[in-house]
T-cell receptor, first 112, second 116 residues
Framework: QKEVEQDPGPLSVPEGAIVSLNCTYSNSAFQYFMWYRQYSRKGPELLMYTYSSGNKEDGRFTAQVDKSSKYISLFIRDSQPSDSATYLCAMRGFQGAQKLVFGQGTRLTINP | EAGVAQSPRYKIIEKRQSVAFWCNPISGHATLYWYQQILGQGPKLLIQFQNNGVVDDSQLPKDRFSAERLKGVDSTLKIQPAKLEDSAVYLC??????????????FGPGTRLTVL
């Protein structure tokens, strides 16, 4: 079993739709949870960064963490064609040089 | 501020040949990471440096891969000899300092390696 599981998609939705992206994980030591966005032929860029359980909102993006279920989500409201990219969840432990563990990535296309 | 720089952007080699990638991190970033991203997968950490010391190289195939970070700034990743399964994008990332609660990694554009 992989430490982090993410549905690879692809996911295709119309412009303006609400998008839900999800990851599950098995390592209860993970404390920091991130979402990266990766455009084609580019490196990943940090989108959201959350610590422990709860919600965090930034503009059209909301990140949710449910540590009891080992489940994290990213919601995109009023989706735009420019949101078309691969979304990677990533997580790491609390102390020291804990390496980031990435999900497989979900390829998202927003259709005009 | 300038981002993480990598070169070359693309490389095509025959199997059993050698190849080297170069990375220049964001100025002032003590920690440097090399990741391997195979098509359709998330990045996998190969090696992590703190200044010029190795912090984690547990997933680096040491029989063929090597990396160094001279003077705690630029870094090179080498593969010798390359295998077909090494075809991937090699990403370099840097952060201010690992171990901080809100350590954020910034990624370069990557080097796309094709082994024929």
């Amino acid at each position: 079993q992989k430490e982090v599981e993410q549905d690879p998609g692809p996911l295709s939705v119309p412009e303006g739709a609400i998008v839900s992206l999800n990851c599950t994980y098995s390592n209860s030591a993970f404390q920091y949870f991130m979402w990266y966005r990766q455009y084609s032929r580019k490196g990943p860029e940090l989108l959201m960064y959350t610590y422990s359980s709860g919600n965090k909102e930034d503009g059209r993006f909301t990140a949710q963490v449910d540590k009891s279920s080992k489940y994290i989500s990213l919601f995109i409201r009023d989706s735009q064609p420019s949101d078309s990219a691969t979304y990677l969840c990533a997580m790491r432990g609390f102390q020291g040089a804990q390496k980031l563990v990435f999900g497989q990535g979900t390829r998202l296309t927003i259709n005009p | 501020e300038a981002g993480v720089a990598q070169s070359p952007r693309y490389k095509i080699i025959e199997k059993r040949q050698s190849v080297a990638f170069w990375c220049n991190p964001i100025s002032g970033h003590a920690t440097l990471y090399w990741y391997q991203q195979i098509l359709g997968q998330g990045p996998k950490l190969l090696i992590q440096f703190q200044n010029n010391g190795v912090v984690d190289d547990s997933q680096l195939p040491k029989d063929r891969f090597s990396a160094e970070r001279l003077k705690g700034v630029d870094s090179t990743l080498k593969i010798q000899p390359a295998k077909l399964e090494d075809s991937a994008v090699y990403l370099c990332a840097s952060s201010l300092e690992s171990g901080r609660d809100r350590d954020t990694q910034y990624f370069g554009p990557g080097t796309r390696l094709t082994v024929l």
